[in-house]
C-alpha cells in the first residue's frame, strides 16, 4: 500500500489502507493536509484520522496540528482540531494539557462549523483525558449563542449540552446545573430538542 493507493481508495477501503502504510508514508501523508484540491486532502486528512484510532505513530507530528489551530484558513484548524483529539489517546506526554487552551479557542471560531467540530471532539478529550473536564466545562458554559448566526445557535447549543451531559455523570457542577436550565427554559430549542436532552440527564 502507497500514499497514491491510498488517495483513490473507496470510502470503504480507507481505514484498513491508511493502517497498512508504512510510518515512512507518514511525512508525504502530513504535507497533503496543505493540499489545495480538497479531495486530496480530505482523503489525507481521513486517513491519518484512521490511522490515529489504531497506532500512535501519528502522534509525534502533534505540534504540526497545533500550529494549525490559528490558520487563516478554517479548513486547516478543522483538520487541526480533528487531529488532536484523536491523537490525545496516545498522549503520555501531556501535550493536550498544554494545548487545551488553544484548542478551546475555537469554540469562539468565526466559522459556525469549526466551533462545532471543536464541540464534536471534546467527548474524545473528555474520555481520554477527564482531568481536563473542569476546563472544557467552564468554556462550553460561557459560549455566547448570541453572536452566532440564528440558524447554527441550536445545532451548536445540542452539541454543548451532549458533551457537558456526558461530564456530568462524573464531575457534575452548579455552573453546569444552571446552563442545562437556561437551555431547556430559554427559546432556542424546540420541544422535540428539550426532551432529548432531559433524556440525557
Known sequence: MTVEDLLIASKEELPEAAVALQPS??????????????????????ALQYRSRSLDDVYPYWERFRSKLTSDNSYQRSIGL?????????DTQGRM????????ECLND????TVRQCIQS?????????????????RLTAI??????ETMRKPILMDALQVLAAIRKEHPSETMDRFFTDA????????????????LL
Open 25 to 46: 508514508d507518514l511525512p508525504q501523508l502530513i504535507a497533503l493536509l496543505s493540499e489545495k484540491n480538497d479531495n486530496i486532502r480530505y482523503q489525507a486528512f481521513l
Open 82 to 90: 480533528m487531529l488532536i483529539a484523536e491523537n490525545v489517546r496516545w
Open 97 to 104: 494539557e498544554a494545548t487545551i487552551d488553544a484548542f478551546l
Open 110 to 113: 468565526e466559522k459556525p462549523i
Open 122 to 138: 471534546l467527548p474524545i478529550i473528555h474520555r481520554y483525558q477527564p482531568r481536563l473536564d473542569e476546563t472544557i466545562t467552564a
Open 144 to 149: 455566547d449563542l448570541m453572536k452566532i448566526r
Open 184 to 199: 431547556l427554559t430559554g427559546g432556542i430549542l424546540d420541544a422535540k430538542s428539550k426532551k432529548q436532552i432531559q433524556a
